[in-house]
């Protein structure tokens, strides 16, 4: 194999090796979680002479099925790839989403994608604050009147809810870590997610309090 410069390796075949570091960057979890799939079997990946693990490039991006992020888009993007392994991964937290119907998560996936769009639209002021609220009440109020209408316990709802807030969170904060954002940056983007999530959640208990209201 030769040694690229900016963090892996090329076979002879081509395949592009990576190390474990740039392996979480793609797919937007932590190491604990990826050496845990590697060993298991459902990522491949070989060990250096020292000892080090190093991962298919193309395997992890298919995975994401969105290739590496773009520059200002990187919280949307490592958001998704966290939340979309969390679901798949058989987690407790993630429990609540083996309850619910493919149709409804058919239903349910293009708002949280926009959503999770619109944290960082907020983030970065790519848009004007006043819209971006606006347009996240209404995804809210949708995601509520989606479950309710297919009677989904409101208790699920909330579940559902905490998953996703918890998912942005921890998405914000490896992002300050990594960008070495100050204290105060890093508070201010983590409280504008909570404010944000804090509408979506009045979003849902509303359309479970209205919806079925003459």
């Known amino acids: 194999m030769t040694t690229d410069?900016?963090?892996?390796?090329?076979?002879?075949?081509g395949t592009r090796w990576v190390n474990l570091g740039r392996a979480c960057?793609?797919?937007g979890v932590n190491e604990s979680t990826v050496r845990r799939w590697a060993d298991s079997g459902e990522l491949r990946c070989f060990r250096t002479p020292g000892g080090h693990r190093r991962f298919a490039e193309g395997d992890l991006v298919a995975m994401t099925d969105g290739g590496a992020p773009q520059p200002e888009r990187e919280l949307e993007t490592a958001a998704v790839n966290r939340i979309r392994r969390q679901l798949h991964s058989g987690s407790k937290d993630a429990a609540w989403y083996q309850t619910i119907e493919g149709s409804e998560r058919d239903e349910l996936r293009p708002l949280g994608m926009r959503l999770v769009a619109l944290v960082g639209d907020y983030i970065s002021r790519r848009q004007r604050r006043t819209q971006v609220e606006h347009e996240v009440?209404?995804?809210?109020?949708q995601y509520g009147h989606i479950l309710h209408e297919r009677?989904?316990?409101l208790l699920r709802a909330v579940e559902a809810?905490?998953?996703?807030?918890r998912s942005l969170d921890e998405t914000a904060k490896q992002l300050?870590?990594?960008k070495s954002m100050s204290a105060d940056e890093a508070a201010r983007a983590?409280?504008?997610i909570a404010g944000l999530a804090d509408r979506v959640l009045l979003g849902v208990?509303?359309?479970y309090d209205t919806t079925g209201r003459p």
């Open 137 to 141: 009440d209404e995804i809210g109020h």
């Open 151 to 153: 009677g989904t316990p």
């Open 5 to 13: 410069a900016a963090s892996g390796t090329h076979a002879p075949d």
């Open 205 to 207: 208990t509303a359309a």
């Open 25 to 27: 960057e793609i797919l």
């Open 190 to 192: 983590r409280a504008a």
């Open 176 to 178: 300050a870590e990594r």
């Open 161 to 165: 809810f905490t998953f996703f807030r």
